[in-house]
Structure formats: C-alpha cells, structure tokens
C-alpha cells in the first residue's frame, strides 16, 4: 500500500547509473529511479511536470550544467521546496558549498556499491512519507 520513494538521478557516467541502480535494488526501501545524462534535461522534466520526484541525486562534476548551477536553478521552484535534494562528488570538500546552496544531504561517491547502499539506506531511513506535499 506504501507509495514507492521516486527519485531522479542526474549523473553523466553510465557506470555510476549502473552502479546506483545496483545499489537500489538492494535497499530495504521500495524505490523507483528515473535517470538524466545532463541537468539541463532533468530542469526542464521538472518544470515541464513529466517528473515529480520525493529525491534527486545529482552529481557536481556535469557538463553543460553543473550540479551546483542546477541546485540554485531547482530552488528557485517553488514546487519543489519539500524535494530531498541530495548532491555528491568524488571530492568531499564540496560539502560546505553544496548545502549552503541548498542540497539538503551531501555525500561524497563511495567506491564499492555495499558503501553505495549504507549512503543511500541513510538518506532514505530520514525520509517520511508525511513530509510530501
């Protein structure tokens, strides 16, 4: 009866798609993804109301956009105020700079998938299903 957490994955490297995915499928948490190559794209499923997800992943390092230009555009929408907006990178000292953006959750990229699942078990054991708008 429990809705599925629905999250938005933006993250240019196929194999960490791959690796996230795998990652998922190993939670304790019903979850459904939905991936973007480039933040450009995941703003305009955003507005355009094609996707309206309980998180979003996003990863710094991107083409185009980059993850924290893409934090400041997502929190300039208002429908999304309550969105979990989870930023990570390879680099921990992006931190500081990611939340005060407006990231409610930051890690940086473990490097095995067991690591993978400990990060995201975390974000998801915070989350409440009352907290939705």
Same mark, same amino acid.
């Given at each position: 009866?429990? &809705? *599925?957490i629905? =999250?938005?994955?933006i993250d240019?490297d196929t194999?960490?798609?791959?690796?996230f995915?795998m990652? #998922?499928?190993?939670l304790?948490h019903?979850v459904? =993804?939905?991936? $973007?190559?480039?933040?450009? &794209?995941a703003? +305009?499923?955003?507005?355009?109301?094609?996707v %309206? *997800?309980?998180?979003?992943?996003?990863? #710094? +390092?991107?083409?185009l956009m &980059?993850g924290? $230009?893409?934090i !400041?555009?997502? @929190?300039?929408?208002?429908d999304?105020?309550?969105v979990?907006l !989870?930023a990570?990178? %390879?680099? %921990?000292?992006?931190?500081? &700079?990611?939340? @005060?953006?407006g990231?409610?959750h930051?890690?940086?990229? /473990?490097?095995?998938? /067991?690591l993978? $699942? $400990?990060?995201?078990?975390g974000?998801?054991n915070?989350? %409440?299903?009352?907290?939705?708008?």
């Amino acid at each position: 009866m429990n &809705n *599925p957490i629905v =999250c938005l994955l933006i993250d240019d490297d196929t194999e960490d798609q791959e690796i996230f995915m795998m990652a #998922l499928k190993n939670l304790d948490h019903d979850v459904k =993804c939905i991936m $973007e190559k480039n933040a450009i &794209n995941a703003l +305009n499923s955003l507005k355009s109301g094609l996707v %309206s *997800p309980d998180f979003i992943f996003v990863d #710094l +390092n991107l083409p185009l956009m &980059n993850g924290k $230009e893409f934090i !400041v555009e997502m @929190r300039k929408l208002v429908d999304f105020d309550a969105v979990q907006l !989870v930023a990570y990178s %390879s680099s %921990s000292h992006e931190k500081h &700079n990611s939340l @005060r953006l407006g990231a409610t959750h930051f890690f940086s990229k /473990p490097t095995t998938i /067991p690591l993978l $699942e $400990e990060a995201l078990n975390g974000i998801f054991n915070e989350y %409440s299903p009352d907290h939705r708008g």
